[in-house]
């Protein structure tokens, strides 16, 4: 991946946090995260997720960016026309119609964290490996 995608990549990162949160205002607190969840009441088979770090590792995407765990995330997404039907997901985070996006997203883990991204644990947002 070039640098250019890199800073790309963080750029709309940036965009969709101004996008989520609005100017000016504070972040919501984490109970207040967990009020826009769409997972509220859907563990997907699975433990519920923590929205309380910056990553999903859920669905291998930014928190604060994640248009399968905050309704407000993914109605700006849907206002602006990036919008998957047949996956339920922001266009540009569906890893299932075009599965480049998820590279994209595991060198913003890389760069912030210096190491391998967690492996995505729900299913229908990614190929699940075997033992995992």
Request: hydrophobic share 35%; aromatic share 8%.
């Amino acid at each position: 991946m070039t640098t250019r995608k890199i800073w790309t990549a963080f750029g709309l990162l940036a965009a969709l946090m101004f996008a989520a949160n609005g100017c000016g205002e504070s972040a919501p607190a984490p109970k207040q995260v967990a009020q826009t969840d769409r997972h509220v009441g859907d563990d997907h088979g699975q433990k519920a997720h923590d929205h309380s770090g910056w990553w999903c590792g859920e669905h291998g995407l930014p928190e604060a960016a994640c248009s399968m765990c905050n309704s407000k995330v993914a109605a700006a997404f849907k206002a602006k026309g990036d919008w998957c039907d047949e996956h339920d997901r922001a266009k540009s985070q569906c890893f299932k119609c075009d599965p480049k996006l998820q590279e994209e997203f595991a060198a913003i883990y890389r760069a912030k964290e210096g190491k391998e991204p967690p492996a995505i644990t729900e299913e229908s947002h990614g190929e699940k490996k075997e033992g995992t």
